[in-house]
């Protein structure tokens, strides 16, 4: 193989798992803002606000939707760019994946 067709395997192999982390990390984000509204500024802020108790399972009803799907395609995500880290990284995910899914569970019951 020529040297300039190595490089581009290198560089492209860089740029995708920078974008496995970059997608890691709104993963991440996302699931800790909906812990944040479910624990803390609906909580705290609501009752001050006159907001009712449903609303916050329902954003976080949605919020752990898009929280699970982004979990999912950071793993899909580190596995196509075969990062070094894939292993690690996907236990992490499906610990997130089944905290949104109990949360999920639980909102769901608080609204019906």
Not at 25 to 53: D, H, K
Not at 71 to 98: E, G, P, Y
Request: charged share 10%.
């Amino acid at each position: 193989m020529s040297e300039v067709s190595e490089n581009l395997i290198q560089e492209t192999s860089i740029v995708s798992n920078e974008k496995a982390q970059n997608t890691f990390s709104t993963a991440m984000v996302i699931s800790g803002i909906r812990c944040a509204f479910t624990y803390v500024i609906f909580p705290v802020f609501a009752p001050a606000l006159g907001i009712a108790s449903g609303v916050g399972s329902g954003i976080g009803l949605v919020a752990s939707v898009i929280g699970i799907a982004a979990n999912l395609f950071s793993i899909k995500r580190f596995h196509s760019s075969n990062h070094q880290w894939k292993w690690r990284i996907t236990a992490l995910n499906v610990s997130v994946i089944i905290l949104l899914s109990v949360l999920l569970v639980l909102d769901i019951a608080s609204l019906t």
